[in-house]
């Protein structure tokens, strides 16, 4: 190209994209290098990478919503400090990633509008209420102990913006795992009731948290086999670096001897070491639960999305005054100079 | 822009410690650029990650693209002197 | 104002009297934080973009830092022995110090400014005399929080300057938000007679610069919370903040 001109606007427009594709973008991932926003790449990986991106941004942010229900009420001062410092790393990572999207092409906006519209999804755990102050603990032990099990792979993404978000994100996810597993380490010593308070929240958060790794690889039914050829097309991009079901089991192992240490029982009658395997079993997934509350029908759903909308509709009058200062004052700005 | 209420996008660099150049961390949206610095401040230096940040608007950045990486980055490719390492010296010699 | 007139009203301010830390006046310092975090904790997940989720939470956690700093000491000051959450959890209302103007209910995003602006140009006043507190600890709060608080003021600033110059919208409701809080002020001023001057003039300037005007002298004013007397919205603050910690006395969290 020649550098004086104005190229085309879009580097798909181009007649020899699919080549530059198969050659540039096919070479940099066979040799495991990062994908940068204005690399040529198949609009297929683009468009993976926007909503998967957009998806985990918009989890973080409506994951503030169960957490920050707690910040008036958490039971000393201590934990409302944690909390609120939390809550807030939660904003922080819901905007990194929306940046790592940005370099894409899309907007902010949009993907909030998509949000917004129930057009883009965000993690379905967060579609479950927070019923007694040990869910805190619950979230941040089980919750963001998913979470890290599955975005610690994603440090190693081949597309390079959202790497990078990832790797901040998860050396300042490290103090969320540790603060959930610290409550409940507290409550499981305290008094009976803040016991019963701890039980109650493992027995509920569970089984949404093994579900927070997504259905099964297996291909066993229509949902299934869909997952497996997004799985196959994610890990032969170096999106994806390792199977749902591989990501569970690591989980389940790390977390038993947890529970064990905490003194509180995982709701599970089959799980069980298993010689063979080397690995934890554990019992059979209502996987009906997981695609009903994904589909809308969760305790939360309709809750956690206009709570988000209301916010952004009560703003609405602040970002353009905001805007519209900025447009006067470069206006005058111009004038002066 | 004005008309809906959309906030600019703004590339956030931060110096990490004196003696470090600023090196770009990432992105925000802010109206304007004082209230760019600092949403940088809170977002991005909450953990007492910097001493100092810039803030540019992302739409002012020129680029060079991939394409022209062969004419832009290779001619230095085979200029090893420019790398301290291309100079054998004796290993006595100090500050060097 | 006679000389005996101005002593009394610095005394009024600082929490120095005779050379000795009064720990009431420490404690209003604490709640005054105290409160107002509550209240910022509650903007969490409803600010108007999510960088001033971020913003206003870092606000809140320095407060909630300036307060658990301040209820500790006032704990051995006052020879109770009391810790932070003893009285944060288990004080009941006549015993909070804080001034109304930070119990005050969440309003819009102009209110908030409102209040962010004066209180944090007033503290600000405040803290720089407490660096000069006969008592270390005292002095070494105010010594960090005087930062804390100065960007408080100026976020504060920013927005005022832009709701005030922004949209019609925007201005009508933040010359409203100013209207709404004037009767709130005087107990900021009663409270430090030697930096409210210093604080009123900042705020002015800002709202001259918003091409605001000064709202009208309110009819009422609040009174009483350096004494304990509070707005009906305090029960219901604490009710919330209280309650999961009262539920089980002595335990552990």
Request: some cysteine.
């Amino acid at each position: 190209m020649d550098g004086s001109q104005v190229g085309p606007l879009n580097a798909a427009e181009t007649e020899d994209y699919a080549q530059v594709v198969e050659e540039h973008f096919g070479g940099l991932i066979d040799a495991d290098q990062r994908i940068e926003p204005r690399d040529a790449m198949p609009a297929a990986y683009r468009d993976t990478l926007v909503r998967q991106m957009a998806q985990h941004a918009h989890s973080e942010i409506i994951g503030m919503q169960p957490e920050g229900n707690w910040i008036t009420r958490a039971p000393s001062l201590r934990r409302k400090a944690i909390l609120m410092a939390k809550v807030q790393d939660e904003a922080g990572h819901g905007l990194y990633l929306y940046s790592a999207a940005e370099t894409l092409g899309v907007d902010r906006s949009e993907l909030l509008a998509k949000l917004h519209a129930g057009k883009q999804k965000y993690s379905s755990i967060f579609n479950y209420p927070t019923l007694t102050w040990a869910d805190v603990g619950a979230i941040g032990w089980l919750v963001d102990g998913a979470a890290i099990m599955n975005q610690v792979p994603l440090c190693r993404c081949s597309y390079g913006p959202y790497a990078r978000a990832m790797v901040r994100i998860c050396k300042e996810e490290s103090f969320h795992q540790r603060q959930g597993f610290e409550i409940l380490w507290t409550l499981a010593r305290g008094t009976e009731a803040q016991r019963e308070m701890a039980q109650d929240a493992v027995d509920r958060w569970w089984w949404p948290s093994l579900m927070m790794f997504g259905p099964p690889d297996t291909g066993e039914n229509v949902n299934g086999a869909a997952t497996q050829s997004h799985t196959k097309q994610s890990m032969a991009w170096g999106i994806k670096r390792f199977a749902n079901d591989d990501l569970r089991q690591k989980f389940v192992d790390m977390t038993v001897p947890q529970a064990e240490k905490l003194g509180l029982t995982l709701p599970d009658p089959d799980l069980r070491w298993s010689e063979e395997r080397g690995h934890w079993d554990f019992g059979e997934i209502d996987w009906e639960e997981f695609w009903r509350v994904l589909g809308g029908d969760g305790p939360c759903n309709a809750q956690r999305l206009a709570h988000r909308r209301q916010a952004h509709e009560e703003g609405a009058w602040v970002r353009e005054a905001a805007a519209a200062y900025a447009a006067k004052h470069a206006a005058r700005g111009q004038g002066a100079a | 822009m004005s008309g809906t209420g959309e906030w600019p996008l703004f590339e956030v660099f931060v110096r990490g410690k004196r003696g470090l150049s600023h090196t770009h961390v990432g992105s925000l949206h802010a109206p304007d650029a004082t209230m760019a610095l600092r949403n940088a401040r809170d977002l991005y230096t909450r953990r007492q990650e910097g001493v100092s940040i810039w803030v540019v608007p992302s739409g002012v950045i020129t680029a060079s693209s991939p394409e022209e990486r062969d004419s832009f980055f290779d001619p230095a490719g085979d200029k090893v002197y420019r790398h301290p390492t291309f100079y054998e010296v004796p290993e006595d010699v100090e500050y060097l | 104002m006679t000389e005996a007139g101005s002593g009394a009203a610095t005394a009024a301010g600082a929490s120095r009297h005779a050379g000795r830390v009064d720990p009431l006046v420490v404690l209003g310092l604490a709640d005054d934080a105290l409160v107002y975090a509550q209240r910022l904790g509650e903007w969490l997940t409803r600010a108007p973009e999510i960088e001033e989720d971020m913003a206003l939470g870092n606000i809140g956690l320095d407060l909630l830092g300036q307060a658990r700093g301040l209820l500790t000491r006032v704990g051995e000051l006052d020879g109770t022995g009391r810790d932070e959450d003893a009285l944060a959890f288990w004080r009941d209302e006549r015993e909070f110090r804080n001034v109304q103007l930070v119990e005050r209910p969440r309003g819009d995003f102009a209110h908030e400014m409102a209040r962010l602006l004066w209180f944090s140009a007033h503290r600000l006043e405040r803290l720089r005399q407490e660096q000069q507190s006969p008592d270390e600890v005292v002095a070494g709060v105010a010594g960090k929080a005087v930062k804390e608080v100065a960007y408080h003021r100026d976020h504060a600033t920013q927005w005022v300057l832009r709701l005030g110059d922004g949209t019609e919208e925007s201005r009508a409701r933040m010359q409203q938000a100013l209207v709404d809080v004037a009767p709130y002020l005087p107990e900021l001023t009663e409270d430090d007679p030697v930096g409210a001057p210093v604080a009123r003039e900042y705020v002015e300037a800002v709202l001259a610069e918003a091409g605001l005007g000064a709202p009208p002298e309110p009819r009422w004013h609040a009174r009483g919370g350096r004494t304990g007397i509070h707005s009906e919205a305090m029960g219901f603050l604490l009710a919330e903040m209280q309650h999961l910690h009262r539920t089980h006395p002595g335990a552990s969290w």
